[in-house]
């Protein structure tokens, strides 16, 4: 006798169900995160950002050495510090240098970084080499060149023939020229970081395209490179504005303010009201007026600029 055995029909074994994965039941329900994922980081922010800031902007109104207790005093902060001929011309050497910064950084930084975002030879050595001043403090980057600027025992006492008397913070032109220097020398890898990433992510089909119809490398930079790079571009600029007008490591050590007022900027000179001339209210108006400025002149970038109404860019796409 055999045995015979028969399998049961397919609808009689019962289907094992799929088991969701948890993204699926998220993306599915159409949620997302709760106010609590934002939770940290906006009582960081609001500790850190937001309460000093009021504390600044309080104080702008009261007259305080430090010690006691502050006595308000309305408008006469401010009145004194529109007044005063040193504030008006730090608020023009701190354009001067923040114009400066952004003319010679932005076609620097493009240029240096889309040659990175290539596969020359030795790149990424050069590269890496260039990038050393970004790991480096202002305040390193400043001890570093005064003493290498030393008009004693720098290069400048080295090289009389091309430095004159060597002493290039004697003179406003100069002063200003050596601020302008430093800061390029240590911010431009920076920006070049981004503008190495941004040159990456653009699609090497616009590329090859261009070749095909007969566009040169000169042609390629200036009709696909650049426009692909104006979001970055914008977000670049943003940033030295801003690092521009709240520049102070880079005075305190290398110019201190001098010679005379010359290089005098307005964070130096509310260095210079806060915590040497012990007025803490004129000290706190001058910083709320950097506060405002970095924050209005980002907005008329950004308005200017037309970045806040891009919708569609190819930046960004692997």
Partial sequence: ??????????????????????????????????????????????????????MVAVLSFMSWNGLGSPQFVGTDNWERILDDPVMIKSIWLTLLLTALGVAIQTPLSIVLGVWAAGHQRNRAVLSAIYFIPLLLSSTAVSVLWRALLDPNFGIPARMTWLFGDGNLFGEQASAIGVLAFVSTWQFTPFHTLIYQGAARAIPPVLYQAAEIDGAGRYRQFF??????????????????????????????????????????????????????????????????????????????????SGYDKMRSDMEGVS
């Fill in 223 to 304: 009709h696909i490179t650049l426009p692909q790079l104006r979001n970055s571009i914008v977000t670049s600029m943003i940033l030295m504005i801003v690092g521009g007008l709240t520049t102070f490591e880079t005075v305190l050590i290398l110019t201190q303010g001098g010679p005379g007022t010359d290089t005098t900027i307005s964070a130096y000179y509310m260095y210079q009201k806060a915590f040497k001339g012990f007025d803490f209210g004129a000290g706190s108006a001058i910083a709320l007026c950097l506060v405002v400025a970095a924050t209005v002149v980002s907005l008329i970038v950004v308005r200017v």
């Fill in 1 to 54: 006798m055999t045995t015979q055995l028969t399998s049961a029909p397919p609808s009689a074994v019962p289907a094992k169900k799929a088991r969701r994965r948890p993204e699926d039941s998220y993306t599915a329900r159409g949620t997302r995160p709760g106010f609590g994922w934002a939770l940290p980081a906006t009582l960081f922010f609001a500790l850190f950002a937001l309460v000093p800031l009021i």
